[in-house]
C-alpha cells in the first residue's frame, strides 16, 4: 500500500511539474508574440495615420474639400493601398519560411522581386486614379465632388508608389523578427507628416493638394529611412549576388501566393 501510495504521489508530483513548465513556457511565448505584436500595430496605425491625418487638414478647408477628399480615399484605398497590402501579405509565408530554413538570401530574392511586381501593378492603379471622376460620375456622384476628388487622387500617386515599396521592406525586417527599424521610421515619418502637412495646405494654400503631397512624402520617408536600416542589416550581405533567374524564380512563387491573397484583402 506505501509502495502504491507512493507512486501516485509521484505521478501527480509529475503531473504538477509538466503543467508548471507548460504554464512558464505559455508565458515565455506569449511575452515573445507581445514583443513583436505591439511594435506591428504601432508601425500599421502610423502608416494608415498619414491618410486620416490629411483628410482631417484638408476637411477643415471647406465642406466640399471634406466630401472630397473622403471619398477619394475610400477609393483609393480599395482599389490601391488595400490591394498592395494583400499583395505584400504573400511574403509573410515567403520570407517567413525561408528565415525559418536559414535561407537567407530567398529572404532578399522574394522582397526584391515582390518590389518589381507591385510597381508594375501600380502602373495599372494608377490609370484608374487618373480617371476617378468618369468612375465616380458612373456611380451618379456629384460633378463638382468627382472632379476634386480625381484632382486628390492624381496627386496621391506618389504616395502609391512610396507605399508599394514600403510594404515589401516592412515584411522584410517583420519576417526576421526586427521591429525596430519599423517601430522608428514609421513614427518619425508620422511626425514629419503633422507638421509638413500643415505647412502645405494652410501655409503655402495648396488645399487639398497639399494634403495628398505631404502623404508622399512621408511614405517615402519611411522608405528611405528602413533602405537605411536595410542597408547596414547583416542580411543583406546575402542579397547582393542575387542572379537574374533566381529574380524571376521568386518572382513566380510570390504571384502565386499574392493573388489571393490580394484578393482576400480586397
Not at 12 to 36: A, F, T
Not at 201 to 207: E, N, P, S
Request: charged content about 15%; glycine content about 6%; proline content about 3%.
Amino acid at each position: 500500500m506505501e509502495t502504491d501510495f507512493s507512486l501516485v504521489r509521484k505521478e501527480e508530483e509529475e503531473e504538477e511539474d509538466n503543467r508548471n513548465g507548460m504554464s512558464y513556457l505559455s508565458m515565455e511565448m506569449m511575452k515573445k508574440v507581445s514583443s513583436m505584436a505591439a511594435p506591428m500595430v504601432a508601425v500599421s496605425v502610423s502608416q494608415f495615420l498619414l491618410q486620416v491625418i490629411s483628410m482631417v487638414m484638408a476637411g477643415h478647408l471647406d465642406e466640399l474639400s471634406l466630401s472630397a477628399v473622403a471619398i477619394a480615399t475610400s477609393l483609393t484605398n480599395v482599389t490601391g493601398f488595400s490591394l498592395i497590402v494583400g499583395f505584400a501579405g504573400a511574403l509573410d509565408t515567403l520570407c517567413g519560411q525561408a528565415f525559418g530554413a536559414e535561407q537567407f538570401g530567398k529572404i532578399g530574392a522574394y522582397t526584391y522581386s515582390s518590389m518589381l511586381c507591385l510597381l508594375v501593378f501600380c502602373f495599372s492603379i494608377s490609370i484608374v486614379w487618373f480617371f476617378m471622376d468618369k468612375l465616380l460620375e458612373i456611380f451618379h456622384q456629384d460633378p463638382l465632388i468627382s472632379q476634386l476628388a480625381c484632382r486628390y487622387s492624381i496627386w496621391l500617386i506618389p504616395a502609391l508608389f512610396g507605399f508599394t515599396l514600403l510594404q515589401p521592406m516592412t515584411r522584410y525586417f517583420q519576417s526576421q523578427g526586427i521591429t525596430l527599424p519599423l517601430f522608428v521610421s514609421s513614427l518619425g515619418a508620422l511626425c514629419f507628416h503633422i507638421p509638413f502637412c500643415w505647412l502645405l495646405v494652410y501655409k503655402l494654400k495648396f488645399g487639398i493638394v497639399g494634403a495628398a503631397l505631404s502623404i508622399g512624402f512621408s511614405y517615402w520617408l519611411n522608405v528611405f529611412l528602413l533602405w537605411i536600416f536595410m542597408r547596414y542589416s547583416a542580411l543583406h550581405r546575402e542579397m547582393k549576388n542575387l542572379g537574374l533567374q533566381e529574380l524571376i524564380s521568386s518572382m513566380k512563387q510570390f504571384i502565386a501566393l499574392a493573388i489571393p491573397s490580394a484578393m482576400m484583402i480586397w
